[in-house]
């Protein structure tokens, strides 16, 4: 702190001024960019709006339905951002977004069938010879610039993303005594969550090939990979180490958010499946413990120890940060399945209906008064029937089960405390 405020003042003076002239280059250079790439944005939805959408209605060269699965909302998309347009080009960036951000529900329709969409477009340019060339026609027009269909149509996706570093520098590069800082505010709330849809439902779609990928590597049908939830982690090869001293076997593995799958190559003279690989094991993840194992390979690589309710395995691998990648993915794994468990297991205890316990004969009126009232009466340990097993549990050991075309339907637990032969 400074004991001079006479020289001082108008040098704190001048160092605020300076910040806030910085604050205003920042910000009139990021609008000038917002404008600029907005007049583009809007010209290139007009394309797509124009020399395909429409004319495509007029001539009837696809059914409405196949249009509707292609372009879905681009053409209300396009309507929104003109106005968008107007207001930035005038300046009025806050009170522009401030409408725009209650249209952002096209973009969300938009966003969720960008995939079907593609799916879409390949099946018709390959079936559809009419509408192949109709397509071509139109990207070899000038205004398209060499621009293909599909890469316009992710524009709207590509876009939000613009969006929200556009307006995370505009608030940040706006006094919070401006009007517009709590509108620029609320925008970058907005296009956020659209954004986060859009990586949410690219990863949910990466990880769905992945998946038919595994499941087409497989041979046969009774091994199967796609299942609601299961997200793929990674695969690999390790070698198996035998209890009985035997040579080690190397092994595919496939590890999975909720399960781990051994698999072997099948053999190259197979004149079809020869660069498949048949299932052996599915060892469930909800009960399994892994450890490292070091000294058996003179510090290059390693062993796994894998830990199940039915089961016990040794992994080896001569690749120590293979080894590593491997231990962290399994731990991952384990670690986010038990969490996920826990706390399925606290909400149904939080919604499970309290037990009553005996009535008070000075409080509660007489059973001749409430006949019915026996039956919602327990006896004096609830605690004990809550957490007691069920009759002839304890002494059963869970059986290992063989996978069949159609599984057989079974308790969580059950699901979880055994390996599956495949």
């Known amino acids: 702190m400074s004991f001079f405020p006479g020289p001082s003042g108008p040098l704190v003076h001048t160092s605020i001024q300076e910040q806030r002239d910085r604050w205003e280059r920042k910000r009139s250079r990021t609008a000038r960019e917002l404008v600029q790439t907005e007049q583009r944005y809007c010209q290139q939805l007009e394309l797509v709006t124009t020399y395909f959408v429409e ?43 401030d409408q725009f951000c209650p249209q952002l529900y096209h973009y969300k329709t938009y966003v969720d069938n960008i995939h079907n969409a593609s799916k879409v477009l ?19 027009r000038p205004e398209f610039n ?143 413990t892994v450890e490292k194992v070091f000294g058996h390979t003179r510090s290059q690589g390693g062993l796994l120890s894998l830990t199940f309710p039915q089961a016990k395995l040794l992994l080896m691998s001569s690749d120590q940060e293979d080894l590593n990648d491997w231990f962290e993915s399994l731990s991952s794994a384990i670690r986010k399945l038990q969490s996920n468990s826990t706390v399925v297991h606290r909400r149904d205890e939080l919604c499970r209906k309290p037990l009553h316990a005996a009535p008070d004969s000075h409080n509660t009126p007489s059973s001749s008064n409430t006949p019915g009232r026996k039956r919602n009466m327990v006896s004096a340990k609830p605690d004990e029937r809550v957490l007691a097993p069920p009759a002839g549990q304890e002494d059963i050991a869970p059986k290992r089960m063989k996978l069949v075309d159609t599984p057989v339907q079974s308790s969580p637990e059950a699901a979880t405390s055994s390996c599956v032969i495949l």
């Not at 292609?70 to 005038?90: A, P």
């Not at 018709?124 to 070899?140: G, H, I, S, V, Y």
Request: hydrophobic share 35%.
């Open 122 to 140: 390949k099946i018709q340019l390959k079936r559809n010879k009419a509408f192949r060339r109709f397509k071509k026609l139109q990207e070899d």
């Open 55 to 97: 004319i495509l209605k007029a001539k009837g060269t696809l059914r409405q339905d196949i249009r509707e699965s292609i372009f879905s909302s681009i053409k209300s998309i396009h309507s929104v951002n003109q106005s968008l347009l107007v207001h930035l080009e005038n300046g009025y960036f806050g009170r522009g977004f």
């Open 146 to 288: 060499n621009c293909k269909l599909e890469e316009l149509l992710q524009l709207p996706t590509q876009r939000i993303h613009q969006y929200k570093y556009f307006l995370q520098d505009l608030t940040e590069n706006t006094s919070p005594d401006n009007p517009e800082f709590l509108q620029l505010s609320r925008a970058v709330t907005s296009v956020s969550e659209v954004s986060r849809r859009i990586q949410d439902n690219a990863r949910s779609h990466e990880n769905h090939l992945q998946l038919c990928r595994v499941q087409k590597l497989l041979k046969g049908q009774k091994t199967k990979v796609l299942a609601a939830g299961r997200w793929y982690i990674r695969e690999g090869w390790l070698r198996m180490v035998p209890r009985k001293g035997a040579e080690t076997k190397p092994k595919m593995f496939f590890l999975f958010s909720d399960m781990l799958l051994q698999a072997k190559r099948c053999s190259p003279l197979h004149p079809t499946s020869g660069d498949k690989f048949v299932g052996q094991h599915a060892y469930p993840l909800q009960e399994c």
